[in-house]
């Protein structure tokens, strides 16, 4: 083995033993396209923003937190996508819960469920815009019924783009949790119905225990189609005061001044901002059992 | 597939605990399904007053549309050029699939198969696109694409689509190819094929229905993303979300029927998208691969 004349051999024979072999090349064609089109770009932003059009390397960093319009945008998007997407997980639950078993209408259930997905922003916002405007639906069923004197203001606000946050999330969340909780193996909670367990206690002894690690990849992946909220703020929101979110000052920055470090330093806070709320709850994920689930997340 | 069957709720065995589980249950049971209903309700209200008021002639402070009329949809048809745009959008979407399948599977295969060193770095680059904000990966990206003179056409916005993408088709195929048995590859070695041929004549053929499932998943994602088309279209390559993201902020431009219209015929194009999806995929399997029969 030790003979001189083959030591590429023995080389390839050592990393193939640790696993490096010539089927790793299939890995290359998705290791250049994401270096190329994710990290380069990445780190052009990063660096794009340390050189802003006047000032020092992080004076757009701090044109961005001296501001109090600007730095409110990370709160106001906060104050936006946490809610939703809590609401979106924890209605999830009791309804998949009850959708696990078998029963007549259950697929039709689940499509319905699903539709929602094929809505789109636009449609969505100019439904709310319609149903639940002063003259919509919403509000003449609420005055013919004399539950209110006048119409409840509900869109070009906070409100509006919550709602379109649930009708969005919802679906996409309830698959998710369905998912996860379809993976948990029936059996145990027998097991523990043998036992003498009632439902609540199996709730939350075993279902929700095995249910945690799926909740927290679910509210995460929630929580960044909330985050990322830009259409539905500018459509049913009131773009200009409560509801400007960070992206739409990352976006007036790059399209309306263009200003691409200022934009490039926004959208890293943005994103820090997001990866700093998933580490939190990822975190706190893994002090739950993070064994097989069925779910691999 | 098509069947969700599942072995049947635990029953508690002793009558006492049943009565006991009836009284807790059954108001649960009805918050529940009240809330969905409710739910449902307003749901239903939002579309249908899109649907009402695209075939609606007049509507203002009124329960229904004085007269109803199909106009809007031929003036929505021909104002907003939609052939070009659903053209558009299709040859997008396409490309985005074919491409990101491509490069998606064999990675997936490399990480569903292979244990080596710093696999869980190289699993968390992938993740992080899907992780991330489009908006933020999105400005950068369109900034390069700029640099670089490919944004603004077709081939930036298809390369600004594949960075969800990929990440989306390696995630979803992994479990996939993890259920294949290795051992069936280990026979084919055997017989000779090399990697080439293991992969077309064998692999592939399994994976069908996976590659079926996350490339129509990967479809309806990608005319439905806003951000990233958005971020790098120019006006002759925009997809159908941003010509009517585009309609609907420029209002008092264009009638608001015709951007119902238009809406309505975006949806209908996802929901044929979705049905033929759900005839692939169950929905409940996306994230578990659950078995769908009872053991016996």
């Known amino acids: 083995m030790s003979g001189a004349g083959r030591p590429l051999t023995h ?11 010539r ?8 290791l250049v396209f994401v270096i190329a089109l994710f990290l380069y770009p990445f780190f052009y932003g990063l660096t794009l923003s340390f050189q802003p059009t006047k000032g020092g390397p992080f004076s757009d960093y701090a044109r961005f937190f001296s501001d109090s319009y600007e730095r409110g945008t990370i709160w106001i998007t906060l104050r936006i996508a946490l809610p939703a997407a809590l609401l979106n997980v924890l209605a999830a639950v009791p309804i998949a819960y009850r959708m696990r078993g078998r029963f007549r209408g259950k697929r039709l259930v689940t499509t319905l469920l699903v539709v929602p997905i094929t809505l789109g922003t636009v449609l969505t916002a100019q439904g709310l815009l319609n149903f639940l405007g002063p003259t919509g639906w919403f509000n003449r069923i609420l005055l013919a019924s004399n539950l209110v004197d006048e119409p409840v203001r509900l869109t070009h606000n906070y409100w509006g783009v919550f709602f379109s946050l649930v009708i969005t999330g919802f679906p996409f969340a309830f698959l998710l949790v369905l998912s996860y909780l379809s993976g948990i193996d029936p059996t145990l909670e027998r097991a523990a119905a043998t036992l003498g367990a009632d439902w609540r206690r199996r709730f939350t002894r075993i279902t929700l225990p095995l249910l945690m690690p799926g909740l927290a990849t679910t509210f995460c992946l929630t929580f960044v189609l909330a985050f990322s909220v830009f259409p539905s703020a500018v459509l049913v929101g009131n773009p200009a005061g409560e509801t400007r979110v960070i992206s739409l000052a990352a976006y007036q920055a790059a399209y309306e001044q263009y200003d691409y470090p200022y934009a490039s330093a926004i959208a890293m806070i943005m994103g820090f901002v997001e990866l700093v709320i998933i580490a939190v709850v990822l975190a706190a994920r893994s002090r739950f059992y993070t064994g097989s689930t069925g779910g691999k997340g | 597939m098509a069947t969700t069957t599942q072995a049947p709720p635990a029953r508690p065995p002793a009558t006492s605990t049943d009565r006991r589980r009836r009284i807790v249950a059954r108001p649960a049971a009805w918050i529940v399904w009240g809330v969905v209903i409710f739910f449902f309700l307003n749901l239903l209200g939002v579309v249908a007053s899109v649907l009402v008021s695209s075939f609606g002639q007049r509507w203002f402070d009124t329960w229904l549309p004085d007269g109803y009329t199909t106009s809007w949809y031929t003036r929505a048809w021909d104002e907003f050029a939609l052939l070009q745009v659903i053209v558009v959008t299709l040859e997008v979407s396409v490309l985005v699939v074919g491409l990101s399948l491509v490069i998606g599977v064999p990675a997936a295969y490399a990480l569903a198969r292979r244990s080596f060193p710093g696999k869980r770095l190289i699993f968390l680059v992938f993740l992080l696109p899907i992780l991330m904000p489009p908006i933020t990966y999105g400005i ?3 900034t390069v694409l700029y640099k670089f003179g490919l944004a603004g056409h077709m081939s930036g916005v ?5 960075v969800p993408s990929v990440p989306f088709v390696i995630l979803t195929m992994t479990p996939f190819i993890e259920q294949i048995d290795p051992r069936i590859e280990s026979a084919a070695r055997m017989c000779g094929a090399g990697l080439r041929t293991v992969f077309l004549r064998v692999l592939t053929p399994l994976l069908v229905p996976g590659i079926l499932a996350s490339a129509i998943l990967v479809l309806v994602r990608t005319v439905g993303m ?13 997809t159908l979300v941003v010509a009517l993201y585009y309609s609907m902020s420029a209002s008092g431009i264009r009638a608001q029927q015709s951007v119902d219209a238009m809406a309505v015929i975006y949806t209908s ?12 995929v169950n929905p409940t399997q996306l994230v578990a691969q659950v078995k769908d029969e009872p053991e016996h």
Request: aromatic content about 10%; overall charge neutral.
């Open chain 1, 11 to 21: 080389w390839r024979h050592r990393l193939a033993e640790r696993g490096v072999d």
């Open chain 1, 23 to 30: 089927q790793l090349w299939l890995l290359v064609p998705a």
């Open chain 2, 140 to 142: 950068p990206l369109a």
């Open chain 2, 158 to 162: 298809v390369l600004a689509n594949l």
């Open chain 2, 226 to 238: 806003f951000e990233l088309t958005f971020l790098t279209a120019g006006p002759d390559s925009q």
């Open chain 2, 269 to 280: 194009m996802m929901l044929v998208l979705l049905v033929v999806a759900l005839r692939y």
